[in-house]
């Protein structure tokens, strides 16, 4: 059974030509106040710099193992809708009960869930892209991780 979210407090977030950094930095101070915060379009938020350099980062953290069990390992997201997450989640308390039950109130989606698509979202000004050169989106670092996107 999939937990609900309050409706009263629910902010939803178009990350399209978002940079993923500051998107990231917002939707935590969201959540910390109390707020839900659904980001939808995932795969469309950009990355800021060189793609060589971004894709090798991507990648070299890909090689981070352990010589123990599987299970006691990193855990790589690949997916579009993962990397967001785990960047919001770089810039929460997680270790605290605050940070915990903030983790907890945020959704990401790849793509626009029918049950959301007819609500109103939000595109914050602080988060947009203020210069097209070296942009690379979540989806395109997604795929160069083995993420393949569903046909439509």
């Known amino acids: ?3 609900t979210l309050p409706v009263e407090k629910l902010i939803i977030i178009d990350a399209s030509n978002l940079v993923l950094g500051r998107l ?3 939707v ?3 959540l910390l106040s109390g707020e839900s915060v659904v ?3 995932a795969e469309r938020a950009v990355v800021t710099g060189a793609r060589t350099m971004i894709l090798g980062e991507a ?3 890909l090689g981070t193992r352990t010589l123990g069990s599987k299970s006691k390992s990193p855990k790589h997201p690949r997916r579009p809708d993962g990397i967001v997450r785990r960047t919001v989640r770089g810039m929460l308390p997680r270790e605290k009960e605050k940070g915990k ?3 907890s109130r945020l959704r990401v989606y790849i793509g626009v869930p029918e049950d959301i698509d007819t609500a109103s979202t ?3 000004k602080e988060a947009e892209n203020r210069s097209m050169i070296r942009l690379t989106t979540v989806g395109e670092i997604a795929q160069s991780m083995g993420w393949k996107p569903m046909e439509a």
Request: glycine residues 4%; hydrophobic residues 45%.
């Open 39 to 41: 980001v939808v379009n």
């Open 59 to 61: 990648h070299s953290r």
């Open 122 to 124: 939000v595109r914050p």
């Open 1 to 3: 059974m999939a937990r």
């Open 28 to 30: 935590a101070k969201h």
């Open 101 to 103: 039950g903030a983790y």
């Open 24 to 26: 990231a930095s917002i």
